[in-house]
């Protein structure tokens, strides 16, 4: 059963940093590609970053030039550096991957950016 765990999400000021990691296992082909989403309660889930084979990886517009999504393919691991956070960050990030024509998410981790 393939199973998404995040981790890295806490408290941090504005300005501060903070690295999610998110580990994909029982997996038994390779992932087609892996994205980090976020949702605030009420708004839609929206796509923050998202990497796939040798492309460039592709960044809202509102984490340009802060967040930095990398994938480690032989532990299946995808990473998400997120530096000089701003409040308007605050979220639940989720991890998402796809396998052949399969999704699979992650529970979730709340990531929250104070003044």
């Known amino acids: 059963q393939v199973q998404l765990v995040e981790s890295g999400g806490g408290l941090v000021q504005a300005g501060g940093s903070l690295r999610l990691s998110c580990v994909a296992s029982g997996i038994s082909s390779s992932i087609d590609s892996m994205s980090w989403y976020r949702q605030i309660p009420g708004d839609q889930r929206e796509l923050v970053a998202h990497i796939a084979g040798g492309s460039r990886p592709y960044y809202d517009e509102s984490v340009k030039g802060r967040f930095t999504i990398s994938r480690d393919n032989a532990k299946n691991t995808v990473y998400l550096q997120m530096n000089s956070l701003k409040r308007e960050d605050t979220a639940v990030y989720y991890c998402?991957?796809?396998?052949?024509?399969?999704?699979?998410w992650g529970q979730g981790t709340q990531v929250t950016v104070s003044s």
């Open positions: 998402n991957v796809l396998v052949g024509r399969t999704y699979y």
